[in-house]
Nanobody
Framework: QVQLVESGGGLVQAGGSLRLSCAAS????????MGWFRQVPGKEREFVAA????????YYADSVKGRFTISRDNAKNTVYLQMNSLRPEDTAVYSC??????????????????WGQGTQVTVSS
């Protein structure tokens, strides 16, 4: 069993930055691929970024490529999402997810085994 807890959301002006964190329980964190997703009310969940268990492979949605960076610290059981040059359209609830297979993190819709509760990110214009 893996429990995920996100933090770091908040209100920021357009052009600003935020760093989200997702802390995971368990002793096998490095065996899980991790992903960040976002959702706006009334819309489907959207893939943002994913990272392999070792951290050696990362994947991004085109809408965030070059602005967001996913990383992980397996010693701290934490995955991060550094968000720069934020835009109002980045406003959403951001959730992290974990699965033993990176494929299940990247496919649409995702098939991740574990999900966090989410953290609100609001970007004002």
């Amino acid at each position: 069993q893996v429990q995920l807890v996100e933090s770091g959301g908040g209100l920021v002006q357009a052009g600003g930055s935020l760093r989200l964190s997702c802390a995971a329980s368990g002793r096998t964190f490095s065996s899980y691929a991790m992903g960040w997703f976002r959702q706006v009310p009334g819309k489907e969940r959207e893939f943002v970024a994913a990272i392999s268990g070792s951290g050696g492979n990362t994947y991004y949605a085109d809408s965030v490529k070059g602005r967001f960076t996913i990383s992980r610290d397996n010693a701290k059981n934490t995955v991060y999402l550094q968000m720069n040059s934020l835009r109002p359209e980045d406003t959403a609830v951001y959730s992290c997810a974990a699965d033993s297979l990176i494929l299940r993190v990247r496919i649409i819709p995702p098939r991740c085994e574990y999900w966090g509760q989410g953290t609100q990110v609001t970007v004002s214009s």
